[in-house]
């Protein structure tokens, strides 16, 4: 685990003195020679917005466990002046995002996160992340490559019910049933697939653009975190008698985590602090970073927390990823847009939650299923310690307008996921794969914020999305 800490650590320190080259100046333009590569489209500049402006979307959501919910997403830009020599090769000069959400059951989120590229000129970049969040609703299917499998209750062992579809898993887990050693006498299973999490964290990084052209970048950054977590075994929850169909309320049952965490395969439900060191090595030829039209991007990206340096668990986090945006010769703007991601924890004893997200400097990813990965499953409907998936979209815009000095577009965007989990890396291959696909809209407001509302299907559940930001 530290091995693979430190080598990254080496080559990262072994290139940067090679490509950091001095910077030269692109004629008259006074541009730095390490941003040409990042130019957006002659289109795109005539339509990006001057000086500073905010986008902003109220969120309303409603979930069985975290009940009715209100909030807020914002984004407060600061592009520049059009005089600017970076206004072409930016995506922005400064940008603050806050989020703000509460639930009628108890779910609460704080987000704020500040990103400044090029500082003054530089070949610098700075990204600053706050999180204060508890959440009652987060899925646990297992730890394992036997999440692949069926749908299957946390009381049914070998030949137990199991079911493909979750509309038919909902029902089952709802059914009341006769309760098993250290259960009351009936219960229900409402809430043995759920947990609660609560979370402190502050994330600081930087990145250093790197030779004459600056395509390249090194990374580095520290993570500190506080986290609870809490199951709802015993909790009172939605049930149904199987006798008489009416429903009723009755003490939920062991949860899985529970059951897992007590037969060794999961570790880290008491939580506490974690401390991380972040590591990347980025190749990155995108246009524009929020909606790019071409480029590509390629990281390998590494996170690693151990007692050392103060956390309470250790482990090693590895991704590699690469994605690519290529621009048809069809319609006004029509981009095929394509991901491919492999990734692997190291270390014996990795707590469970980490299992939950592949880290990336672009952006964290579930593992698998959700918005960002397989969009026809529930969030982290699969997970082991090595997966693999890709995502591939077709962005066509439908057209643009601006209204009361606000700029929209349209697009309409069909898509297709596929993926899969392994306990061992070297067990990774193209069997067992999932796959999802579905149709998606995006409207680009100011260009710079993405609104995103997927529709995700798949042969276990049909599910909707909804968000800022493209799913990468």
Same mark, same amino acid.
């Given at each position: ?10 080559? *990262? ?9 001095k910077s030269s100046s692109s004629g008259s333009s006074n541009v730095p020679a ?12 005539? =339509? ?14 409603? &979930? ?47 987000? *704020? ?11 610098? /970049?700075?990204?600053?992340?706050? =999180?204060?969040? +508890? ?15 069926? *749908? ?5 062992? @070998? ?22 050693? %250290? ?31 600056? !395509?390249?970048?090194?990374?580095? %950054?520290?993570?500190?975190? !506080?986290?609870?977590?809490?199951? $709802? ?67 390998? %990206? ?50 469970? $939650?980490?299992? +939950?997200?592949?880290?990336?400097? &672009? ?50 965007? @069909?898509?297709f996921d596929a993926g899969t989990v392994r306990d061992r890396w070297q067990s ?5 794969? /999932? ?6 809209? !995006? ?30």
């Amino acid at each position: 685990m530290l091995r693979v800490s430190l080598s990254l650590l080496g080559i *990262l320190c072994f290139i940067a003195p090679s490509f950091a080259q001095k910077s030269s100046s692109s004629g008259s333009s006074n541009v730095p020679a390490y941003v040409l590569v990042r130019k957006l489209s002659d289109p795109d500049i005539a =339509k990006k917005r001057e000086g500073s402006f905010f986008t902003g979307l109220p969120e309303i959501s409603s &979930d069985p466990v975290a009940g009715q919910g209100l909030g807020l997403r914002g984004n407060f830009y600061n592009n520049g002046k059009r005089s600017d020599p970076l206004f072409a090769y930016t995506p922005y000069r400064e940008k603050l995002t806050v989020n703000v959400q509460a639930t009628t059951g108890q779910a609460r989120e704080l987000v *704020l996160s500040y990103d400044k590229p090029y500082i003054n000129g530089s070949r610098w /970049r700075v990204k600053v992340d706050f =999180k204060a969040r +508890q959440d009652p609703t987060n899925l646990y299917f297992g730890i394992t490559q036997a999440t692949l499998g069926d *749908l299957t209750l946390p009381t049914a062992g @070998p030949g137990g019910a199991t079911y493909d579809k979750f509309s038919e898993f909902e029902k089952a887990r709802k059914t009341l049933r006769d309760g098993g050693p %250290g259960e009351a006498a009936k219960v229900t299973d409402s809430l043995s697939n759920r947990f609660q999490d609560s979370e402190l964290m502050l994330n600081i990084k930087a990145d250093y653009a790197l030779g004459n052209a600056g !395509r390249w970048r090194v990374l580095g %950054g520290y993570e500190i975190q !506080r986290l609870d977590f809490k199951t $709802f075994g015993g909790r009172q929850a939605s049930a149904v008698d199987p006798a008489t169909g009416a429903l009723l309320k009755a003490p939920n049952g062991l949860p899985l985590l529970d059951r897992n965490v007590a037969s060794g395969t999961a570790t880290g439900l008491d939580g506490g602090l974690i401390s991380i060191l972040q590591q990347a090595l980025i190749y990155d030829t995108r246009d524009f970073e929020p909606d790019p039209t071409r480029g590509m991007y390629f990281e390998i %990206g590494n996170e690693y927390a151990a007692k050392v340096i103060g956390s309470q668990f250790d482990f090693d986090k590895l991704m590699i990823q690469a994605k690519t945006f290529h621009k048809l010769p069809f319609g006004s703007r029509t981009v095929l847009a394509g991901r491919l991601a492999v990734g692997n924890i190291f270390g014996k004893n990795a707590p469970f $939650f980490e299992y +939950q997200d592949q880290w990336s400097p &672009d952006g964290s990813i579930n593992a698998l299923g959700g918005a960002r990965s397989l969009r026809g499953y529930r969030a982290n409907r699969f997970m082991a310690r090595s997966m693999w998936f890709t995502n591939w979209e077709l962005r066509t815009r439908l057209g643009e307008k601006k209204i009361a000095g606000q700029r929209f577009a349209l697009s309409i965007v @069909p898509f297709f996921d596929a993926g899969t989990v392994r306990d061992r890396w070297q067990s990774l291959n193209f069997d067992d794969i /999932r796959y999802s696909y579905g149709i998606g809209g !995006r409207l680009a407001w100011n260009q710079s914020t993405i609104v995103s509302m997927d529709v995700g299907k798949s042969g276990e559940d049909n599910l909707l999305f909804f968000g800022i930001g493209h799913p990468f």
